[in-house]
């Protein structure tokens, strides 16, 4: 069985990857811990800002998901040493790259993360989680940060 994780924030990371170590999988699983960097958008107010500002905070970005899937991944590492766990960093829109990492590796499981509002201090899932959730051609689950299965999905 292949299953991709789909991670962003430190919180969310640990509760998708709480929850994927929490279970038992086949001999022979491997997981896939995928990390979006979402490149800023430029606005027009954002002209004033040194050259190669943008790029710099983007690289900063991609330090920081790197650090979160290194996290993640050495964690599921720890619980299934004979698994085999792939690192990977990709730059884009979350729902677009999600969906290229599905059909290049083909998962029978996607594993996402919700988010807690903390104003309202209600669940929320992002649209890129909606849409996954009802377009991804495998089956979908979506953790609260709290690690609780909040809803899943079987594509038929």
């Known amino acids: 069985m292949k299953v991709l994780m ?15 170590v929490g279970r038992k999988w086949a001999q022979g699983a491997e997981f896939i811990v995928l990390c ?16 190669g500002y943008l790029d ?11 650090g979160i899937v290194e996290a993640c991944a050495n964690k599921l590492m720890a619980v299934f040493p004979e698994a085999k766990v792939n690192k990977v960093v ?18 029978s499981l996607l594993v996402i993360g919700s988010h807690r509002n903390e104003l309202t201090k209600q669940t ?8 996954l959730i009802f377009n991804s051609p495998c089956s979908a689950i979506v953790v609260k940060e709290s690690g609780d299965n909040l809803f899943s999905a079987k594509n038929h």
């Open 36 to 51: 979006v960097v979402v490149p800023p958008v430029v606005e027009p107010y954002v002209s004033f800002l040194p050259s």
């Open 56 to 66: 710099e905070l983007t690289e900063k970005h991609r330090e920081i998901a790197g």
């Open 90 to 107: 990709v730059e884009g829109l979350a729902y677009e790259e999600i969906m290229k990492r599905i059909a290049l590796e083909r998962p």
């Open 6 to 20: 789909a991670v962003d924030e430190p919180d969310t990371a640990m509760a998708v990857t709480d929850f994927v």
């Open 124 to 131: 929320v899932l992002s649209s890129a989680a909606r849409r």
